[in-house]
């Protein structure tokens, strides 16, 4: 009597197949994924989308200018109203501009 | 007889959920992207609010008073009934969920006569008036895991400050040293 080869028919059997294909797919799919928020992370690219709003807009919301700097920023630059003169013992910087006009006495 | 397939073909030969998890897996992106805006929308009217405060706040701490002190608890007062929870709870901000004082202060947030005001150097003396500074979190879906990694964790917010200066009137008490140290004669000129 001739055995019968229970390795062939095991491997004859498929079932169960595409439950291990689509593991391999989702796995696949979850490191891209992952690298590239990874990716998005280490190269600053949310910072420079949301730069408009947290650079350029909360100047504006501070000094009404979207390159405004304050004294806290490195500035005064296009201030509203820090003093324009920085040679005559003035603290402003470049191109600040006075909303109230306030001339120093005697001038 | 003819032999049926076995049960997972059966299943990848249909084709229904398909458009159920295509749709799951848009929606995420979508929704994060619209409350984004919703946010942002409320974080912008919030600002707006902020700088009508801060304007108030301004207006208290410019009117006279009994001494500076009463003038500046008058500021403090103004900030605290329109942006915090209440005179009880000056910690705990008014609108948490759009945004939350920051940078310091009593209450978080506020400053009075912020630095480099000084009241004797001509072009730093405008300085005098209130500040409040807030921070607000812009999605409230985090997009890709933006502001939730170490890299930048505040990629997912934004700072603003709004200011105002409308300087301060002598109090009554600083008015009588004045006028003191003149050897002037007051009667209600203070």
Redesign the interface.
């Known amino acids: 009597m001739v055995k019968p080869n229970r390795a062939a028919q095991v491997h004859k ?7 291990t294909e689509y593991l391999l797919i989702l796995s696949v799919i979850v490191v891209a994924y992952v690298g ?2 990874r990716v ?3 190269s ?1 690219l ?2 420079q989308l ?1 730069a408009p ?2 650079t350029s ?2 100047a504006a ?2 000094y009404g200018h979207t390159k405004g700097k304050g ?2 920023d490195g500035g005064p630059e296009n201030h509203p ?3 324009a003169s920085r040679g005559r ?4 910087g470049a191109n600040n501009f006075r909303i109230f006009f306030n001339p ?1 006495v005697g001038q | 007889m003819k032999k049926s397939s076995p049960p997972s073909c059966k299943i990848l030969k249909s084709e229904e959920g398909q458009s159920t998890i295509e749709f799951a897996l848009t929606m995420v992106l979508s929704l994060a992207f619209t409350f984004f805006y919703i946010q942002l929308c409320f974080f912008f009217a919030f600002g707006n609010y902020v700088h009508y405060a801060t304007f108030m706040s301004a207006r208290a701490y410019l009117s006279a008073g009994p001494n500076q002190e009463d003038q500046a608890s008058r500021a403090k007062s103004v900030i605290v009934r329109m942006l915090k929870k209440s005179e009880g709870f000056t910690g705990i901000d008014r609108f948490p969920s759009i945004a939350k004082g920051t940078g310091g202060g009593d209450p978080a947030g506020f400053q009075l006569d912020p630095a480099p005001f000084s009241r004797y150097v001509r072009d730093l003396s405008w300085l005098e008036g209130v500040r409040y500074k807030f921070r607000g979190r812009l999605f409230v879906i985090p997009l890709a895991g933006i502001g939730r990694g170490s890299a930048d964790p505040n990629a997912n917010s934004v700072t603003l400050t709004s200011e105002s200066f409308l300087l301060r009137e002598p109090s009554t008490e600083e008015c009588q040293s004045f006028i003191e140290k003149k050897n002037a004669i007051y009667d209600n000129g203070c």
């Open positions: 059997n498929e079932s169960g197949q595409a439950l590239m928020v998005i992370e280490n600053g949310q910072r949301l709003i947290t807009f909360a919301y501070q004294y806290d109203r820090a003093t013992g003035g603290t402003g120093r």
